[in-house]
């Protein structure tokens, strides 16, 4: 955390650009103490370095005012979308320069708050190493507002999950999902939030096998036998003008099953593409790029998964060749996490996505990635980098250094007591009760939309 966070609080922390809004400062602890004499200015990050040219006039003195609770309060305008400084002259002891950051958001923004979660992640129940109720409760402690358990073929896990903590006083958001595999086809597809389970179309499926519980809905579709669905992708296959060089039973299952997960209200994820698979890419080169090109999915997982640069790397020079083009589509960061652990798993926090979106709900979520309110962040390394259109990724990156670190101080307490709760604890739900709703009213203090 940075150490302007440790002596000050300022809130709101960001609003919307050109309406009037009403700063405060407040410094924590009699160290850092205002006595009256200090001056306050405001410098606009994307206006230029004052320094070497003062000239630039970026450097404009805010008339403050010091209250009798000893916080400092000001109004502005702030007439462009962006980060701003708040300068503290004179520095203090040590010859340091006082900077605390606000941001200020264009009109599109209204009502659009930063969640930060996984789309991606695996559970005991396919080839994770934790229950998905554990799975929830260590990604809440990570600092997680959203995620979903994922596994390979099964959709059953998720509703476990969601169930356990149904009634339970959280502000964490579980999503339904499941990773799909289904014959003949061997992209990795995820759908995040659907309605009822894609894998359990099929009569074969471990879903099935395992579960008798395949849909939130009552009247999901009916199951296929194997053939049925051969039938079905090859019959939209005709219809779909398939370059040669492309595999085209593989292209139009995975045309059918995006199909179904939006019909099931879902968002569906093409993930990781250059997986390495026994030496090889999971996906061949010319069907990874012809699903880019033609992008029948909602978001593409341009993050997460392995350590190595061939995927996480290539998938992002993918994402900007393909914007170059004119080639837009939604991006998404994931851990696939197996072993949701992280000082066992060097993995387990590789990658996340910020999403802006008006709740923190699965129909929210979905509605902001679909429409390219997303970035990817990439923490492979503590130099973390992100994913996405410039004027979010810069937005992502204010957030991360000046907002994140006292929303994920909250969310450690919840998660230890989601974990103590789901692991026999009863006093935790108590515990649990009574700090329910500050992550709310941290939204509130900070975010003025």
Known sequence: MKTELHNYDIFPKVFLLGEAVNISIRPLGDHVAFTGNEEFYLISVAHGAISVYPWRSNLQKLDVALGEDGCVRFTHVFPEEGEYLIRMLPADSRGRKIDLSVYALAEDMRGRYPYRGDLHMHSCYSDGQQS????????????????????????????????IYRDIPTEMTVVAGEEIHLPDNDVHIVNFGGKYSVNGLLETSA????????????????????????????????????????????????????????????????AHPYWKSDGSY????????????????????????????????????????????????????????????????????????????????????????????????????????????????????????????????????????????????????????????????????????
């Open 132 to 163: 998905p109720a554990v799975v929830v409760a260590n990604y809440r402690k990570y600092g997680y507002d959203f995620t979903v358990i994922s596994d390979h073929e099964r959709y059953y896990p998720s509703l476990e999950a969601q169930n």
């Open 207 to 270: 879903q099935n096998r395992e579960s008798e519980r395949r849909a939130l809905i009552p009247d999901p579709p009916p199951v296929l036998s194997v053939e049925e669905y051969r039938q079905q992708v090859n019959e939209l296959a005709r219809t779909l003008d398939i370059p040669d060089g492309i595999e085209a039973f593989s292209y139009a299952s995975c045309v059918w099953i995006f199909d179904h997960i939006r019909q099931s209200g879902g968002l569906g994820i093409f």
């Open 282 to 449: 999971q996906v061949p080169e010319s069907l990874t790029a012809y699903l880019l090109e033609t992008h029948p999915f909602d978001a593409f997982e341009v993050l997460g998964g392995e350590l190595y640069q061939q995927q996480n790397g290539f998938q992002a020079i993918r994402y900007y060749e393909d914007r170059a083009r004119g080639i837009h589509y939604p991006i998404i960061g994931a851990t696939d996490s197996h072993n949701s652990i992280a000082e066992d798993n060097p993995g387990a926090l590789v990658a996340s996505t910020f999403v802006f979106a008006t709740a923190n709900e699965t129909d929210a979520l979905i509605a902001a990635i679909r429409d390219e309110y997303s970035v990817a962040v990439d923490t492979i390394s503590k130099e973390y980098r992100l994913v996405g259109d410039l004027r979010l990724v810069k937005y992502t990156r204010f957030l991360l250094d000046d907002f994140t670190p006292l929303h994920d101080e909250l969310c450690f307490e919840e998660g230890r007591l989601m974990k103590a709760w789901v692991t026999g604890d009863t006093a935790a739900r108590e515990h649990l009760a009574r700090i329910h709703g500050r992550m709310k009213a941290l939204y509130r203090k900070y975010f003025r939309l």
